[in-house]
């Protein structure tokens, strides 16, 4: 559980070579996602299975509702959000599997009772060539 999204992994990495990380995430009505940030070593991509999803990557902002595939290639500013009442449900890929120790670290900092603020996720992004996007806020 991080904050109000439960993010489960499916595949660590340690089964595809390190090319492939996989999680579901299930996103809680009105939940605000990440900071607007870019990755620099990983590709990034979402499929809803369920709800609908606030997306921005770049300048483009739109909702991916069930069935939408949104890929994130290094370098695009993204971010993402469940702004409707119900749950959210996706896959997320990350190749390779860099990004799943973000969550991990996250979710240990969760255990220790730390605030995740969007400083804190920031700081933790950095460790995983993840930075703030700030030219699309």
Do not use: C, K
């Amino acid at each position: 559980m991080l904050g109000a999204t439960r993010i489960r992994i499916l595949e660590d990495g340690s089964n595809t070579g390190h090319r492939l990380g996989l999680a579901e995430s299930v996103v809680a009505p009105y939940t605000p996602g990440p900071p607007q940030h870019r990755h620099a070593q990983h590709d990034e991509g979402f499929y809803i299975i369920s709800g609908t999803v606030w997306f921005t990557v770049g300048d483009t902002a739109y909702d991916a509702t069930a069935g939408t595939l949104v890929m994130v290639p290094p370098g695009a500013p993204h971010t993402f959000a469940n702004i409707a009442g119900q749950p959210a449900v996706m896959l997320s890929t990350f190749t390779p599997d860099l990004y799943v120790q973000y969550f991990r670290d996250l979710q240990d900092m969760i255990a220790d009772g730390r605030e995740l603020t969007p400083q804190v996720n920031i700081d933790v992004m950095s460790h995983y060539a993840t930075e703030p996007a700030t030219d699309f806020t």
